[in-house]
């Protein structure tokens, strides 16, 4: 079973950059396809947010397109988010989750969540 | 990009049958998957396609789908039931594809 663990600063200034990282333990980071972030904001529903292949390729929310940016680091075994231009409707728990593959886009691994607000 | 609508909130009777539905255009080339989420905790798949219960889900839980319509269906629902559901599925109506979620629905058990 893959295990995900969000981390990084919980905290961001307005009009800052969010960056987040998402370590994966319990398989090889290019041992699957895809691996994505998905938000929710406080009482909201679920967003996504976008996602990257094992080789780099990536797929954005086009709602967040020119702000978002994820990355991998494979010797490392994790992946990253970076979010832009950040103003308190960013404000929201950030889940890092892996794409089950096999020919079904389903999310069948998540991180426990990560609560960032925005704020001065 | 399409969207996925789903009926804010539904309840059900302790032991009973409920049904979240979920409409989108999305559905009509990609299969639904559904989530479950409990307050403070990560989504859950429940199941996704017509037939694909992940391992350790009860067998209350079941799913259907026709054209741009798909459901959910709890049989017997229990208190542990309780939860906001999601639905979700691919989407290549754009340049990319991308994933979509519903808005969610929240199952109350009565």
């Known amino acids: 079973q893959v295990q995900l663990q969000e981390s990084g600063p919980r905290l961001v200034k307005p009009s800052g950059t969010l960056s987040l990282n998402c370590a994966v333990s319990?398989?090889?980071?290019?041992?699957?396809?895809?691996w994505s972030w998905v938000r929710q904001p406080p009482g909201k529903g679920l967003e996504w947010i976008g996602e990257i292949y094992h080789t780099g390729s990536t797929n954005y929310n086009p709602s967040l397109e020119s702000r978002v940016a994820i990355s991998i680091d494979k010797p490392n075994n994790y992946f990253s988010l970076k979010l832009t231009s950040m103003t308190a409707a960013d404000t929201a728990v950030y889940f890092c989750?892996?794409?089950?593959?096999?020919?079904?886009?389903?999310?069948?691994?998540w991180g426990q969540g990560a609560l960032v607000i925005v704020s001065s | 990009s399409s969207e996925l609508t789903q009926d804010p909130a539904v309840s059900v009777a302790l032991g009973q049958t409920v049904r979240i539905t979920c409409q989108g255009d999305s559905l009509r080339s990609y299969p639904a998957a559904w989530y479950q989420q409990k307050p403070g905790q990560a989504p859950v798949v429940v199941f996704y396609g017509e037939s694909n219960r992940p391992s350790g889900i009860p067998d209350r839980f079941s799913a259907s789908s026709s054209g741009t319509r798909a459901s959910l269906t709890i049989t017997g629902a229990q208190a542990e039931d309780e939860a906001d559901y999601y639905c979700?599925?691919?989407?290549?109506?754009?340049?990319?594809?991308?994933?979509?979620f519903g808005p969610g629905t929240k199952v109350s058990v009565l």
């Open positions: 989750a892996s794409e089950a593959g096999g020919g079904w886009d389903i999310f069948d691994s």
């Open positions: 979700n599925s691919r989407d290549s109506s754009g340049d990319h594809p991308l994933y979509v």
């Open positions: 319990g398989a090889s980071i290019s041992s699957r396809n895809w």
